[in-house]
């Protein structure tokens, strides 16, 4: 059965930082490109950040410099970095793993960024 569980979401001060984290379990997770989501009210989910599985990085514009997506093989996890963070980045933020033909989500994390 394959899970996804995400941790690390939270209230933070613009400028501040968090790291969220989405272990994944029941799959081979070196075969999947991994990447995070967000939605935020009112508003689509969009994409975050990818990895493929060789690494490959990809950023939304709104992001870049700011945010930074890793992977760990051998932990089975996909982490998302964030730094510099600003109100507009308030939403909740979705794992989502995948390969051509499937993917998979989690249940998404609460980020808020507030004074």
């Known amino acids: 059965q394959v899970q996804l569980v995400e941790s690390g979401g939270g209230l933070v001060q613009p400028g501040g930082s968090l790291r969220l984290s989405c272990a994944a379990s029941?799959?081979?997770?070196?075969?999947?490109?991994g990447g995070w989501y967000r939605q935020a009210p009112g508003k689509e989910r969009e994409l975050v950040a990818a990895?493929?599985?060789?690494?490959?990085?990809n950023y939304a514009d709104s992001v870049k410099g700011r945010f930074t997506i890793s992977r760990d093989n051998d932990k089975n996890t996909v982490n998302l970095e964030m730094n510099s963070l600003k109100p507009e980045d308030t939403a909740v933020y979705y794992c989502?793993?995948?390969?051509?033909?499937?993917?998979?989500w989690g249940q998404g994390t609460q980020v808020t960024v507030s004074s």
């Open positions: 990895i493929t599985r060789g690494g490959t990085r």
């Open positions: 989502n793993v995948r390969r051509p033909t499937i993917g998979y």
């Open positions: 029941g799959m081979r997770f070196s075969l999947y490109d």
